[in-house]
């Protein structure tokens, strides 16, 4: 089974509020987990990833993965007008090639 | 340094009709992927390939063709274009793998009518 569960959103929220995205994941064998920006008719670009349990802090953005829950969630802290989004997830096993596991997508928009 | 390039960035199929998409990278990366974004239903992987001479099969690969000949090079072609085919496909490429994460390409929205 290779699913990632994301609420599509959209979630509104005013400048300089923390944002939270999350996502469940349900395959046990995810090792790697990324979280994707993507703007409207652009490809998505990459923003973080982290390997297996804990933080990974860059910028504003801090990621953070629970394996014993398979929870991911992404933290913006300051968001600004320019964050507003989609936002995905994924996931993949450890040196595995066979492609990465997306959520759908969460929309964010960050009122100025 | 042009990362990942798609040709065409926009196309209106008739059905029955076949085209290519072009994918090329310039990293030198040897795992290279094709997905098709629908509205709604996230990225849904169509073929990938972990090196030149090397393809195997996503999740939604029925329909669709790839070839590998070089590192660069990674098309995708389309025979007989249906209505279902009508979707966002991006093109990425990895250094390795699902380690670290893809460079997509800007996509190619194509219609089929």
């Known amino acids: 089974q290779k699913e990632v569960e994301q609420d599509p959103g959209p979630l509104s929220v005013p400048e300089g509020a923390i944002v939270s995205l999350n996502c469940t994941y349900s395959?046990?064998?995810?090792?790697?987990f990324m979280w994707y920006r993507q703007y409207s008719r652009k490809g998505p670009e990459l923003l973080m990833y982290t390997y297996s349990s804990g933080n990974k802090e860059d910028g504003r953005f801090t990621a953070q993965v629970d394996k014993s829950s398979k929870y991911i969630s992404l933290f913006i802290r300051d968001s600004q007008p320019s964050d507003s989004a989609t936002y995905l997830c994924a996931g993949g096993p450890g040196g595995g090639a066979d492609g990465l596991t997306f959520g759908k997508g969460t929309h964010l928009i960050i009122q100025p | 340094n042009a990362g990942v390039t798609q040709t065409p960035k926009f196309r209106i199929l008739k059905i029955g009709q076949s085209m290519t998409l072009q994918c090329t990278q310039d990293?030198?990366?040897?795992?290279m992927y094709w997905y098709r974004q629908d509205p709604g239903m996230g990225l849904k992987l169509i073929y990938y390939?972990?090196?030149?001479?090397?393809?195997d099969k996503g999740e939604v690969p029925n329909g669709y063709n790839v070839s590998r000949s070089t590192t660069e090079d990674f098309p995708l072609r389309l025979e007989l274009a249906a209505p279902s085919q009508t979707s966002v496909y991006f093109c990425a490429s990895s250094l390795q793998g699902n380690n670290y994460g893809y460079t997509f390409g800007s996509g190619t929205r194509l219609t089929v009518v």
């Open positions: 990293m030198n990366h040897n795992y």
């Open positions: 395959n046990s064998a995810f090792q790697y």
């Open positions: 390939s972990v090196g030149a001479g090397i393809t």
